[in-house]
C-alpha cells in the first residue's frame, strides 16, 4: 500500500500519470486530503467509483496511532505515537506567542551518539518515511481541532529524534508537503531543520532553492569539548563544518542558527563564549543558547542562571545576536527524548 501523506506532489502526479490518470488527479487528492481533510477515498465525491476503487487497493491513508499523550500547564502537548510496525517516536506541540510549533522526529533513534542526549542511546532503529513525518502534523492537528478553537501547527522544527540529515531524501520530501500550498502551507521560513553538522547534508541542502531554517547543533567552540560532546565532530571538525555553514550562507542567502548547549563546567564559561564568538565570525548566523535538560542518563549538569546569563552577555556584547530558549512543559517530561527512554526502558524490563 502506498501512503498518501507521503507523497510530495510530483512524486504523486508521476503516480498518477502511471495509473493512467491525469496529472490534476494529485492536486486534486492533495486537496481532499489536506484541505477537505477526507479522511477515506470514500468521501472523494468528484473523484469516479471506478478510479475510487483502484485508489481503495493500493494507496491508503493511515496515521501514526497516539500510545501516549502528555499536556504541560503551559499547553505543551507530548506524545509519544507509533508506526505501523509498533515503532515509536516522539512528536511535541509547542504553543508561542506567534504560533503554534510541532517539534517533529525524524528516525527512530539516532546514530549519532552525543554524549548528551537521550535519543542516541539506543541507536538508530530505522529511518522514517515521510508519511511518518506528514503523520505526526496531522495527529497534532487533530488534537487541536478536537481542542475545538480552529487552531493548527503553523511551524515545524525537526528536533525531536533523529538526524534529519542521515534520513535526507524523506526529510525533503516531508518538508515540501508540508510547504506545498496545496499540502499543509506552512512558510518555509516557518520550517526548520537541526543538524548535527553532516556536511554532505548541510553542502546538498545548500543547493535545494528552499527559503527554510537550517540550525545547526554547535554545543561547543572548540574542538577538543565538541569531540567529547558529539563524536560526529571527530568526522567533521568544527573547520569543515564552519566551512560548510559558509557555503550554505553563500549559496541559499541564508543564515542558519547555531544551537548552543549550556552545560556546567563543560562548554559554558566567558572563554568558551570568546572562542564562540571568534569562530563565528564572518557567518552571519545568530545563537540560541539552550540550557540543558538533565536527565538521569548521564552526569551532565545545566548551567546556572547566572552563568547562562553572563555568557548571554558576553555575545550581546560582542555583537553576536543570540537568544536563550524558550522551555515548555517543564512540569512534564522535560527533554525530548525521555518520554521515548521511558518506554524503552519499558520495553526492555517486559
Ligand atoms: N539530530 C539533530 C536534531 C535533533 S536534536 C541535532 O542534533 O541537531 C535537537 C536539539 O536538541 C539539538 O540541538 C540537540 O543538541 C538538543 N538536545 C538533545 N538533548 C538535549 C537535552 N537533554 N537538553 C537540551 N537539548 C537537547
Ligand atoms: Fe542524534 Fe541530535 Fe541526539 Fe545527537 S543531539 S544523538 S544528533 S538526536
Known amino acids: 500500500m502506498i501512503n498518501l501523506y507521503g507523497q510530495e506532489l510530483s512524486k504523486l502526479e508521476q503516480l498518477m500519470v502511471g495509473e493512467g490518470q491525469k496529472k490534476y488527479r494529485a492536486t486534486q487528492l492533495y486537496t481532499w486530503i489536506y484541505e477537505k481533510k477526507a479522511t477515506s477515498f470514500d468521501e472523494m465525491s468528484d473523484i469516479s467509483l471506478k478510479f475510487r476503487q483502484v485508489?481503495?487497493?493500493?494507496?491508503?491513508?493511515?496515521?501514526?496511532?497516539?500510545?501516549?499523550?502528555?499536556?504541560?500547564?503551559?499547553?505543551?502537548?507530548?506524545?509519544?505515537?507509533?508506526?505501523?510496525?509498533?515503532?515509536?517516536?516522539?512528536?511535541?506541540?509547542?504553543?508561542?506567542?506567534?504560533?503554534?510549533?510541532?517539534?517533529?522526529?525524524?528516525?527512530?533513534?539516532?546514530?549519532?551518539?552525543?554524549?548528551?542526549?537521550?535519543?542516541?542511546?539506543?541507536?538508530?532503529?530505522?529511518?522514517?518515511?515521510?508519511?511518518?513525518?506528514?503523520?505526526?502534523?496531522?495527529?497534532?492537528?487533530?488534537?487541536?481541532?478536537?481542542?475545538?478553537?480552529g487552531q493548527k501547527v503553523t511551524h515545524v522544527v525537526v528536533m525531536g529524534t533523529g538526524e534529519p540529515f542521515d534520513n535526507y531524501d524523506n526529510v525533503l520530501d516531508f518538508v515540501r508537503i508540508i510547504n506545498n500550498q496545496k499540502g499543509l502551507s506552512i512558510g518555509a521560513r516557518h520550517i526548520t531543520i537541526s543538524t548535527s553538522g553532516l556536511v554532505e547534508g548541510i553542502k546538498r541542502y545548500a543547493r535545494e532553492g528552499l527559503q527554510t531554517n537550517?540550525?545547526?547543533?554547535?554545543?561547543?567552540?572548540?574542538?577538543?569539548?565538541?569531540?567529547?560532546?558529539?563524536?560526529?565532530?571527530?568526522?567533521?571538525?568544527?573547520?569543515?563544518?564552519?566551512?560548510?555553514?559558509?557555503?550554505?550562507?553563500?549559496?541559499?542567502g541564508r543564515r542558519v542558527t547555531y544551537e548552543y548547549l549550556l552545560i556546567q563546567g563543560v562548554n559554558d564559561s566567558i572563554e568558551d563564549a570568546k572562542e564562540l564568538v571568534q569562530l563565528i565570525k564572518g557567518t552571519k548566523g545568530y545563537v540560541n543558547l539552550i540550557p540543558y535538560n538533565e536527565t538521569n542518563l548521564n552526569e551532565y549538569k545545566r548551567s546556572s542562571n547566572n552563568r547562562v546569563h553572563a555568557f548571554l552577555d558576553y555575545l550581546t556584547k560582542a555583537h553576536v545576536t543570540s537568544t536563550i530558549r524558550k522551555e515548555f512543559g517543564s512540569d512534564i517530561d522535560a527533554a525530548c527524548g525521555q518520554l521515548k527512554a521511558k518506554a524503552d526502558k519499558k520495553y526492555e524490563e517486559e
Do not use: W
Open 55 to 149: 485508489l481503495k487497493e493500493k494507496y491508503c491513508l493511515d496515521l501514526p496511532s497516539i500510545s501516549c499523550l502528555q499536556k504541560s500547564e503551559d499547553g505543551t502537548i507530548k506524545l509519544l505515537v507509533q508506526m505501523k510496525d509498533g515503532m515509536q517516536v516522539e512528536t511535541v506541540l509547542m504553543r508561542y506567542n506567534y504560533g503554534l510549533a510541532a517539534c517533529v522526529s525524524s528516525q527512530v533513534g539516532c546514530n549519532i551518539g552525543c554524549s548528551f542526549c537521550s535519543s542516541g542511546l539506543l541507536g538508530k532503529k530505522r529511518n522514517l518515511e515521510p508519511e511518518e513525518m506528514v503523520g505526526q502534523v496531522l495527529v497534532l492537528n487533530n488534537l487541536l481541532q478536537k481542542e475545538g478553537q
Open 214 to 252: 537550517l540550525a545547526i547543533s554547535l554545543h561547543a567552540a572548540n574542538n577538543e569539548t565538541r569531540n567529547k560532546l558529539m563524536k560526529i565532530n571527530k568526522a567533521y571538525p568544527l573547520e569543515i563544518l564552519m566551512e560548510a555553514v559558509r557555503e550554505y550562507e553563500q549559496i541559499s
